[in-house]
């Protein structure tokens, strides 16, 4: 999926502005989607971690950021590359290529020692969520994350 960030001016502005009608009924889709993939990814629960919202917190699943605690590095590696090999591209944060992973902050003169927060960003993945999937094409996806879940769990058996 392309990167659709910009930088505001008057004419994206408008453009924007002109969406705010739909934005609701979006939000409501997005988070229908979420609800049929945390349903898919419910037998691997304890491999798969999705966090769950904040009581009042209002919410847009337009990504699924999950993670993976048990897993090694070598499991995370292989999860990556397995569901990307069967189409379903997630991204673990926790690498050089990933500009949110706070050790790439090249802008930062000192990066601060933080080993609970890079253990936690290490097991973390982030996959998009296209507005245009269904809850046929989410149960597909959940199914093909359970079964590559499952086979890195065996890695370490």
């Given amino acids: 999926c392309a990167n659709n960030s910009l930088r505001m001016n008057n004419v994206s502005g408008a453009m924007i502005v002109a969406q705010m009608g739909v934005l609701p009924a979006r939000v409501d889709h997005w ?59 997630v991204k673990p944060f926790g690498t050089p290529e990933n500009a949110r992973f706070f050790k790439n902050w090249k802008f930062m003169n000192s990066i601060p020692d933080m080993p609970h927060t890079e253990s936690i960003v290490r097991h973390a993945f982030d996959m998009k969520v296209p507005f245009n999937f269904t809850a046929a094409d989410w149960e597909h996806v959940g199914a093909i994350m359970c079964d590559v879940a499952r086979k890195a769990d065996e890695l370490k058996q």
């Fill in 31 to 89: 988070n229908a989607m979420g609800d049929v993939i945390m349903e898919a990814l419910e037998p691997v629960s304890d491999l798969i971690v999705v966090p769950k919202g904040e009581p009042g917190a209002g919410e847009c699943f337009d990504h699924c950021v999950f993670s993976t605690p048990t897993f090694s590095q070598e499991q995370r590696d292989f999860f990556t590359k397995e569901c990307k090999a069967l189409g379903v591209d």
